[in-house]
């Protein structure tokens, strides 16, 4: 890669009608990040989520449907894959991840391959209740075997890949629910890589409306514990070189 070109780290991006959050969630990382390329994914919105991210600096990739947090995460690596970039980081369009903690989650990169931005770690204060809280423990607690290091945020989306795992994603990363974050994750580890967390702060959203409901939370739990055995099940993939 030739300096001044393109930028080393590629932000990823999955908006799925966030017209209300996505411009300035752009803008704040182009602000506070190191250096790098913006890419949103348009998950098939219906609103101005493509051309608000385009205004406020980002290329835009726009999926004729939506398809979910793993279809634009993929189409997203591939992006990064295609075009030679070293690390990618997922930033969610809605602003709960904060910007000014790209830099923390990217450092992790040079004794890992995957860092995960924790919301459970020391300085983080966030907080989930009930069945959530359960599927995340139960979680944490067997991706943490897995992998051979504790990890308590399994689900957190705000996590970043070297080229090796960019490649292992190209490969074999899953779209289906919950896929993106457990799914992925254990076929990473089983393949190889190696996975760290750091602990950050998240924010509020800054845009739309949040769900927060019993009926949703209970098939939360229902569905996280079937994404694990489903992921649990899957055939070990093969190495993905450096």
Same mark, same amino acid.
């Given at each position: ?8 780290? *590629?932000? =990823? ?12 969630? @752009? ?25 608000? $991210? ?5 290329? +835009? ?16 690596? %591939?992006?990064? *894959? *295609? ?5 990618? !980081? ?11 903690? !790209? ?24 907080? @989930? ?24 945020? &399994? ?5 970043? $890949?070297?080229?090796?795992? =960019? ?19 254990? @076929? $990473? ?5 190696? &996975? +760290?967390? +750091?602990? &950050? ?14 009926? %949703?939370?209970?098939?939360?739990? @229902? ?5 694990? +055995? ?13």
């Amino acid at each position: 890669m030739t300096a001044g070109i393109r930028a080393k780290t *590629l932000v =990823i991006m999955p908006a799925w009608n966030e017209s209300e959050s996505v411009g300035s969630t @752009v803008r704040e990382v182009l602000a506070y990040a190191p250096p790098c390329d913006v890419l949103v994914v348009d998950d098939g919105s219906t609103d101005g989520t493509a051309r608000i $991210a385009a205004e406020a600096g980002a290329r +835009v990739i726009r999926l004729p449907f939506n398809m979910g947090v793993g279809g634009a995460m993929r189409t997203g690596f %591939k992006y990064a *894959l *295609l075009h030679g970039y070293d690390q990618a !980081i997922q930033v969610d369009a809605d602003g709960q991840h904060d910007p000014r903690e !790209i830099k923390r989650v990217l450092e992790g990169l040079s004794d890992a391959d995957i860092v995960i931005g924790s919301r459970f770690e020391d300085r983080a204060e966030y907080e @989930v209740k009930g069945p959530r809280k359960w599927a995340m423990i139960v979680l944490g607690g067997v991706l943490s075997k897995i992998s051979g290091t504790r990890l308590t945020d &399994v689900t957190s989306g705000f996590r970043a $890949a070297n080229r090796r795992a =960019i490649r292992q994603y190209v490969a074999h990363y899953p779209a289906e629910y919950l896929g993106d974050t457990i799914d992925s994750l254990v @076929v $990473a580890v089983r393949s190889g890589c190696k &996975v +760290v967390q +750091v602990p &950050v702060n998240m924010r509020p959203r800054q845009g739309g409306t949040p769900s927060h409901h019993p009926l %949703k939370a209970a098939v939360y739990l @229902v569905r996280s514990g079937l994404a694990l +055995v489903f992921a649990l099940t899957r055939k070990k993939s093969s190495p993905v070189g450096d």
